[in-house]
């Protein structure tokens, strides 16, 4: 979700070629989507050629932690999933973005909890340290 769907959202006119974005904000959507990107794949690196179930479900966790965080502040900095059209992307009745992050967030908390309750039972496969 974080390295590919994600991208496929937000490389397009509503985020990184939004012309009532500043150039500083387009470079910081553009730096996110890097560094969320590259986290993802050193996830998947972790997992497949590793075995660091762990350390890549932290990852997940930490980078869908700070959608919510982000999210929680909006009204601090004047944040919102609302596009600038006054548009609000829905599935279901409820905001998209808002269950995407949720979701992965959840998934994330479960394979960490779980990674980490496997090793605590002498479970371990992870071969993390």
Known sequence: MIGLLIPYLEVNDTH?????????????E???LLTNTTLAAIGLWLVWFGARIRAASLIGLVISAAFVGAYLLRDIYGGSTTYADGSVKIIFGLNATVIAVYVMGAVAALFTFAAFAGSLAGNDRSRDA
């Open 30 to 32: 553009v730096w996110q």
């Open 16 to 28: 990184v070629f939004n012309p009532d974005w500043t150039p500083h904000a387009r470079l910081h």
